[in-house]
Structures are given as C-alpha cells and as structure tokens.
C-alpha cells in the first residue's frame, strides 16, 4: 500500500535535523521518498494524507513502560517506591486476570497511540502473553519482555530463565514485536539470575533491560551487600555493553556515568514516576549526555506516573536538567527530541526514528493550528515544551494507519473502558 503525506512541516531528524515542507511518499512499510510537490502521478498513491498546517515527527519511542499496569493507574497514591510496591502493587497484581491484564494493556496501548508513540519497550511478569496479543492487536511496534524476579518469590534462576525463554520462543518471529531479556532489580533478582538473563539475552541476540539504581535505599543496600555501587555491581557481572537498557539510574556517581559512557549503554529517563514516588533523585541526563551515553526518554507505567503522555515525560526530563544544573542551557533543547526518537530506534534497534529514505514508515502528524501550538517561531520549541496528546492527529506505524483524524483505527476504545467500570 502507498500512502502520500502533503504539505507537511516534516522534522526530519536527519544527520543535519532539517525541518522541510513538503510531502513524504510511504511505499508498504518503508519511507521512499521526502520533497516539495512529490510526482504523485508517478507514485499513484493509494491514500493522500492532506497534512496542511501539521507537523510530521518521527514516532516518538516510549524506552521504558509497563503498559497493562493501567489497569492500577490510581492505587497506593502518596506512598513511597517500597512501600507502594509491597503494600499495594504486589498484591494487587496477585488479584489480576488474564483478562486484567489484557485490558490493562489495550487501554495503555491506546493512550500510547493518541500520545504518538509508535514503539514502546516493556517489561511485565504478570501474564506478559497477554501483553503481546494486546499489542498485536493494536498494530503498535514494541519490545516486550518476561521479566524476571527470583528473590521475592523464593524461585530459581532456572526456572526464571525458562519461562523468560519460553516466551522469547513465543513471540520472536512477529513482523512488529521483539522479545527482550528483563530482570526486575539487583534488589530482587539474585546475582546468579542477573547473570543468566544476560547470557540468555547475548546467545539469543537480544536487549537486556533491568531498573537500577532508582533509590537511595538501594544504593545503601547494595553497598552493604557486595561493596560495590549498583552500576559497578552491574559492571562487574558483565551485564553493561550497548545492548543494555537501564530504565532510571538516577542515584550514580560520576564513576557509574563514565562507565555507562564507555559501555555505550542506554539509560532511560523516566522523570514523572520518579518525583511522584518521591525516590529523590534526578538522573544526571547532562553528565551522561556529556559522557556519550544513549539517553532515552520513559513515562514508566500508569501506576507510578498516571498517565502515559510521552509529551510530558520530554518537557519535564528538559525543565529538570535546567533547574537541577542551574544552567538553561544544561543539555540543547533538539536533544530531548533525540532522547524520544533517534536514541529510542538505537536502543531496541529498529530502523526508525526520523524521517528518512527506507526508514520504517512510523510517522505522527500534529495539529499546530490549536492554541498551545502558535506562534511556530520555532519548531523543535513547540514540541518539547507545547505540544500535547491533544495535537496529535494522526499515526501510522510500519506504513498503516493506527489513528486517522483522532480517530483510533484498531481498538474501539469505549469498549476497553467498559472492563474497568
């Protein structure tokens, strides 16, 4: 199928960031072709997308998320991390379905989707199946994974590791799903299971995604424990290289961030879930983007941030840096749309996350002709400061429609909402 986009304001996010107007030409799943006036006589376009006074973006890259934890957006407000975690999520995840779980994740996909994220990059242990029919369902790109915690649950790096393979086995030839190796936590995974998942995640050729580092307390801990910061602690197992995506990692030194610069491994930054749960620390994006390291950009489940608008979790990750720093200028402005695109597809490695010849056809269109959209005295400004969900018109991933004129194509989202009234 070719679709042809007209008249867009296209940021490209291209080796030079150009900002062009004109069409882009999608012919099945890839990009052909970006220019002024396109020959559409010559493409013969199956569908022409009259994007007039929009902005074409690269899909924005969700990097860390626990997309059905929506179905518990709203429980153990004004707990800190443990104790939401022991006191209300665990045991509330205990109660959840099949059918929970799946509904969970049609309504976060399509909150993703209406975000204008086209992949996401996810980690569940409670019924992650049902994570990946959902996602299917939906038409959205994602890394998914079992994720694995032993210590809690008084199970086996074995077992762990069986059912971790298991799924890979499950879902790894799907045109837009890649299985990744998760552990939860160096808090709740021993070392002999942090050390299978990343063997099993180098022999099958995969992302290994872990939290770190999110606490005071756990630093604490593992200083206590092997005598070792977290991310040395992690160093030291061999588990850092530029497969490795490490959602939070806010409480380092500056010993951790040259290491982590080094490795060329992926740090996400997930700023929203971080100040609701009150773990006090702000991820030192500056120095680990001054250090060479892949910053990317999460929202973290519904659960800890309530919401799962990617558009927020970019403006506060840049406010953050400027305030924590002292300094306005502390890491450019472009940067942050980097952290959400470009660095996003080169850390789950997708061919995607600009506008670009052969790129996979994953594209979002915002409206700039709303109020918190004008003046467009600069472009770039707009998105990572103004825009919203509610600009977001449409979004096509691998060449196909998944919202068309704020209309979801592939999920009746009143029906989704039905199962949690």
Partial sequence: ??????????????????????DILINGNKIEAIGKNLNIQDAKPETVLDASGKIAIPGLINAHTHVAMTALRGLGEDLPLQRWLKEKIWPAEKKLTAKDVYHGALLGIAEL??????????????????????????????????????????????????????FIGRWRDKPLLTPSVSCHGIYTCSEELLIAAKELANREKLKFHIHV???????????????????????????????????????????????????????????????????????PVCEYYAQGANVCIGTDGAASN???????????????????????????????LDFATINGAKALGINAGSIERGK????????????????????????????????????????KMLMQNRKILTVEEEEIAKHFS
């Fill in 1 to 22: 199928m070719s679709i042809l986009i007209k008249s867009a304001t296209v940021v490209t996010q291209n080796s030079n960031r150009e900002i062009l107007e004109g």
């Fill in 113 to 166: 989707i209406r975000s204008g994220v086209t992949t996401f990059n996810d980690m569940y242990f409670i019924f992650p199946d049902e994570v990946a029919k959902a996602t299917e369902k939906t038409g959205l790109r994602a890394t998914l994974s079992h994720v694995m915690l032993d210590l809690p649950f008084k199970t086996s790096p074995e077992k762990e590791s069986k059912k971790a393979q298991s």
């Fill in 213 to 283: 580092s999110e606490t005071r307390k756990e630093i604490f801990d593992c200083l206590e424990k092997t005598k070792k910061y977290p991310l040395e602690y992690l160093d030291s197992l061999g588990l850092l290289d530029e497969n490795t995506i490490l959602a939070h990692a806010s409480w380092v030194t500056k010993r951790e961030i040259a290491i982590i610069g080094k490795k060329k491994a992926t740090i996400v930054n997930c700023p929203i879930s971080n100040l609701k749960l009150a773990t006090g620390g702000i991820c």
């Fill in 306 to 336: 309530n919401s799962l608008n990617m558009f927020e979790s970019i403006k506060l990750s840049s406010l953050l840096q400027k305030h924590h720093y002292w300094k306005a200028d502390a890491v450019p402005t472009q940067a942050f």
């Fill in 360 to 399: 996979l056809a994953d594209i979002v269109l915002l409206d700039t002709k709303m109020p918190n959209m004008q003046p467009l005295h600069n472009v770039i400004s707009n998105l990572v400061y103004a825009a919203g969900p509610q600009n977001v018109t449409d979004v096509m991933v691998n060449g």
